[in-house]
């Protein structure tokens, strides 16, 4: 059955499932010609692979994209990330915004708020391939936007 938030009956993704994905988005931005992409990454993604929590999500949320250590607004993605994004979507049989700037969306999103400082310095880093590199956010600033929400909602 259909839900709301458009994953429907979509399998949730694990640590392993996560880097097979960025793999594939990784791949696929090479095959298409793209210049090597950074996202800043938060939520449940950031959490399983860093191995803060070992459980799963229903999507990867980008907080942020980085070109030589300067943050910017991931609003809108570059379409070179969302087709590639897409195109991983479809050979591992992900939802289609598995992948998302959701967080970081429209004027009150995270990033247009501000960022917690020091961030940038916090982040742990993964590269895959030459083409993506995905950072993960610190446990105190996933404790920062946590309470944001909460004061916000």
Known sequence: ???????????????ETLDKAFESVAIRLKENG???????????SALILTGMVPRTTKDVDIVALATCGVLRSPDPLPEDLRKA????????????????????????????????????ER????????????????????IHFKLYAAATT
Do not use: K
């Not at 793209?34 to 449940?44: L, R, S, T």
């Not at 991983?88 to 400082?117: H, I, K, T």
């Open 123 to 142: 982040l742990q880093s993964q590269r895959y391939g030459a083409h993506l590199t995905v950072h993960f956010i610190h446990r105190v600033d996933q």
């Open 1 to 15: 059955m259909p839900t709301t938030d458009g994953f429907n009956n979509h399998r949730r993704l694990d640590s």
């Open 85 to 120: 994004a897409d195109e991983a979507a479809e050979d591992m049989g992900l939802p289609a915004n598995w992948l998302n700037n959701g967080p970081s969306r429209g004027e009150g999103g995270l990033f247009q708020m501000g960022l917690p400082a020091g961030l940038a």
């Open 34 to 44: 793209a210049n090597p992409i950074e996202i800043v990454v938060c939520g449940g």
